[in-house]
C-alpha cells in the first residue's frame, strides 16, 4: 500500500518546503491542506506533486470518508504564524483546538503526528531554551501567539502524548517561499528587498542595557536544514517528544545583515532605526536552541553556518526573483 502523509499549512513557508523534499526522496501520495485565499500564496505550489489539496475546513470530512483510516502520518505546520496577532480567540481556535483536534484523530488511528511548536513558546528567555518536559511548566510567552503554541504543548505534557507524537520548536527560520508572509518574513528577505532598493540596511536599536544596536542575538536556521530535522521524525517513526529545531548558535542582526551584503557583493551600509513602541516590551533579545535532547534522538547531521543559509538564499532564490 502506498504510503500516505497529509501536510497541513502544505502552501506556507516551512509547509511548501516539506513537500518539494518529500517529492525529491521518493514516492508517497500527498495530501495537502492549505487555505489559499485570494493572495499568491497559491503560486508556492507550483512545480509540487500532490494527490489532492484541501481547504482545512473540509479536512474533517475527507478523513471521515474518503481517508477510511488509511493515513501513515500527518505533519501539522498549518497556523497564523503572527506574532503581532491580537485576536486571541482566532488564535486559540486556529492553533490550539484545530491542532487538538487533528492530534487526537491521528492517535485514535495510530497515524503518526507531527506539528509545529515555536520558539515564541520560551517568552523573553529568562527561563532559558531547554526543550527538557521539566521546564515547561514555567515557560511565559510573550505574545498570543506563543501562547497558542503553548498551551498545545502543555495539553500534550500533561495528557503524556510526548510518548506518542512529535514537537518541533522552530526558530528563526529563515529561506525560499517565504514571500507570501508579509510583514512575517525574515530579516534576510527583507534585507535583500531593502538593499536592493536603496543601497542601506535598516535594523532596529537596542532598548536593553548592555546590548549594543544590531547586537542582539537570534538562532537562525535555514529552511531547509528545519525541513531535514522534520523529516527524520517522519522516517524515525518511534522516536517521540518535544523538541527544538534550532542550531543552537546564536548571531547578531549585524552578523545577519553583513551576510546579506557579502553574498551580493557589497560593502555594508547599516543604519538603526526606533523600534515600534508596541514591541519593545515583547522583543526577544536572545534565543539559542539547547539541541542535547535532538541529537540524542539520532540526529546527526550538521547545521548550515548562517553565512552559508544567507548565501544559499540570496545567490539560489532571491537573486533570481529579483528585489521587490
Same mark, same amino acid.
Given at each position: 500500500?502506498?504510503?500516505?502523509?497529509?501536510?497541513?499549512?502544505?502552501?506556507?513557508?516551512?509547509?511548501?518546503?516539506?513537500?518539494?523534499?518529500?517529492?525529491?526522496?521518493?514516492?508517497?501520495?500527498?495530501?495537502?491542506?492549505?487555505?489559499?485565499?485570494?493572495?499568491?500564496?497559491?503560486?508556492?505550489? !507550483?512545480?509540487?506533486?500532490? #494527490? %489532492?489539496?484541501? *481547504?482545512?475546513?473540509?479536512?474533517?470530512?475527507?478523513? @471521515?470518508?474518503?481517508?477510511? $483510516?488509511?493515513?501513515?502520518?500527518?505533519?501539522?505546520?498549518?497556523?497564523?504564524?503572527?506574532?503581532t496577532e491580537t485576536d486571541a480567540?482566532?488564535?486559540?481556535?486556529?492553533?490550539?483546538?484545530?491542532?487538538?483536534?487533528?492530534?487526537?484523530?491521528?492517535?485514535?488511528?495510530?497515524?503518526?503526528?507531527?506539528?509545529?511548536?515555536?520558539?515564541?513558546?520560551?517568552?523573553?528567555?529568562?527561563?532559558?531554551?531547554?526543550?527538557?518536559?521539566?521546564?515547561?511548566?514555567?515557560?511565559?510567552?510573550?505574545?498570543?501567539?506563543?501562547y497558542s503554541k503553548h498551551i498545545?504543548?502543555?495539553?500534550?505534557l500533561h495528557n503524556r502524548l510526548?510518548?506518542?507524537?512529535?514537537?518541533?520548536?522552530?526558530?528563526? !527560520?529563515?529561506?525560499?517561499? #517565504? %514571500?507570501?508572509? *508579509?510583514?512575517?518574513?525574515?530579516?534576510?528577505?527583507? @534585507?535583500?528587498?531593502?538593499? $536592493?532598493?536603496?543601497?542601506?540596511?535598516?535594523?532596529?536599536?537596542?532598548?536593553?542595557?548592555?546590548?549594543?544596536?544590531?547586537?542582539?542575538?537570534?538562532?537562525?536556521?535555514?529552511?531547509?536544514?528545519?525541513?531535514?530535522?522534520?523529516?527524520?521524525?517522519?522516517?524515525?517513526?518511534?522516536?517521540?517528544?518535544?523538541?527544538?529545531?534550532?542550531?543552537?548558535?546564536?548571531?547578531?542582526?549585524?552578523?545577519?545583515?553583513?551576510?546579506?551584503?557579502?553574498?551580493?557583493?557589497?560593502?555594508?551600509?547599516?543604519?538603526?532605526?526606533?523600534?515600534?513602541?508596541?514591541?519593545?516590551?515583547?522583543?526577544?533579545?536572545?534565543?539559542?536552541?539547547?539541541?542535547?535532547?535532538?541529537?540524542?534522538?539520532?540526529?546527526?547531521?550538521?547545521?548550515?553556518?548562517?553565512?552559508?543559509?544567507?548565501?544559499?538564499?540570496?545567490?539560489?532564490?532571491?537573486?533570481?526573483?529579483?528585489?521587490?
Open positions: 500500500m502506498t504510503e500516505r502523509v497529509i501536510v497541513t499549512g502544505a502552501a506556507g513557508f516551512i509547509g511548501r518546503n516539506v513537500v518539494a523534499e518529500l517529492n525529491r526522496r521518493g514516492p508517497v501520495e500527498l495530501i495537502l491542506v492549505d487555505d489559499l485565499g485570494t493572495g499568491e500564496k497559491w503560486r508556492n505550489l !507550483v512545480g509540487l506533486r500532490f #494527490e %489532492d489539496i484541501l *481547504a482545512p475546513s473540509d479536512l474533517w470530512g475527507w478523513l @471521515a470518508g474518503r481517508a477510511q $483510516g488509511h493515513v501513515n502520518a500527518i505533519v501539522h505546520l498549518g497556523a497564523c504564524s503572527s506574532t480567540e482566532y488564535l486559540a481556535n486556529n492553533n490550539y483546538r484545530y491542532t487538538r483536534r487533528l492530534c487526537e484523530w491521528a492517535l485514535a488511528n495510530s497515524s503518526r503526528f507531527i506539528y509545529a511548536s515555536s520558539a515564541a513558546t520560551y517568552g523573553d528567555g529568562s527561563a532559558g531554551f531547554s526543550d527538557d518536559d521539566g521546564v515547561t511548566e514555567s515557560l511565559a510567552p510573550l505574545n498570543m501567539y506563543g498545545f504543548d502543555l495539553w500534550a510526548f510518548e506518542r507524537i512529535v514537537g518541533l520548536k522552530y526558530f528563526n !527560520v529563515f529561506g525560499p517561499y #517565504e %514571500d507570501h508572509k *508579509a510583514d512575517m518574513r525574515s530579516v534576510v528577505v527583507k @534585507a535583500y528587498d531593502e538593499i $536592493g532598493r536603496t543601497g542601506q540596511l535598516s535594523l532596529f536599536k537596542s532598548y536593553r542595557d548592555g546590548i549594543a544596536d544590531g547586537e542582539q542575538r537570534r538562532d537562525f536556521i535555514f529552511v531547509g536544514d528545519a525541513v531535514d530535522v522534520t523529516l527524520h521524525f517522519l522516517a524515525e517513526g518511534t522516536a517521540s517528544g518535544l523538541f527544538n529545531c534550532g542550531t543552537g548558535v546564536a548571531r547578531t542582526w549585524l552578523d545577519l545583515g553583513r551576510a546579506v551584503f557579502a553574498s551580493l557583493g557589497r560593502a555594508p551600509d547599516i543604519r538603526f532605526v526606533d523600534m515600534p513602541e508596541q514591541i519593545r516590551e515583547k522583543y526577544q533579545y536572545f534565543t539559542q536552541a539547547e539541541m542535547g535532547k535532538l541529537r540524542a534522538a539520532g540526529y546527526s547531521a550538521p547545521f548550515r553556518s548562517l553565512e552559508e543559509g544567507v548565501d544559499e538564499y540570496v545567490r539560489g532564490y532571491l537573486a533570481k526573483r529579483g528585489a521587490r
